[in-house]
């Protein structure tokens, strides 16, 4: 059974940085379509950053471009979002998702396996 698990969430100073990881097995990794979706309270979850299967391709949410980075280590099953200089509006639930078709989505329906989620909370 897949099951991604992220980890490396929890307390960061705006401005600071901090490291999500996501590791999953089970599956032919590195042909998968990998994001992370956060969600607030009472808002719907959101795609933050995507990485496309074959090619490092990369798609950022505006308000994160330039200061989140996403990357993959297919040789470890392993994907990481980078966060750097965030701000108290990234404070939320982040989970890591894998397609199997290899092309990122913008959805959370286009998504085919999901973690249990970590929570960032940045302090100001």
């Known amino acids: 059974q897949v099951q991604p698990v992220e980890s490396g969430g929890g307390l960061v100073q705006a401005a600071g940085s901090l490291r999500l990881s996501c590791a999953a097995s089970?599956?032919?990794?590195?042909?998968?379509?990998i994001a992370w979706f956060r969600q607030a309270p009472v808002k719907e979850r959101q795609l933050v950053a995507a990485?496309?299967?074959?090619?490092?391709?990369?798609y950022y949410l505006d308000s994160v471009k330039g200061r989140f980075a996403i990357s993959r280590f297919n040789a470890k099953n392993t994907v990481y979002l980078q966060m750097n200089s965030p701000k108290p509006e990234d404070t939320a639930v982040y989970y890591c998702?894998?397609?199997?078709?290899?092309?990122?989505?913008?959805?959370?329906?286009?998504?085919?396996?999901w973690g249990q989620g970590t929570q960032v909370t940045v302090s100001s």
């Open positions: 089970g599956l032919t990794f590195s042909s998968y379509a």
């Open positions: 998702a894998l397609r199997s078709v290899g092309l990122i989505g913008r959805t959370p329906d286009d998504y085919d396996y």
């Open positions: 990485i496309r299967w074959n090619d490092g391709f990369t």
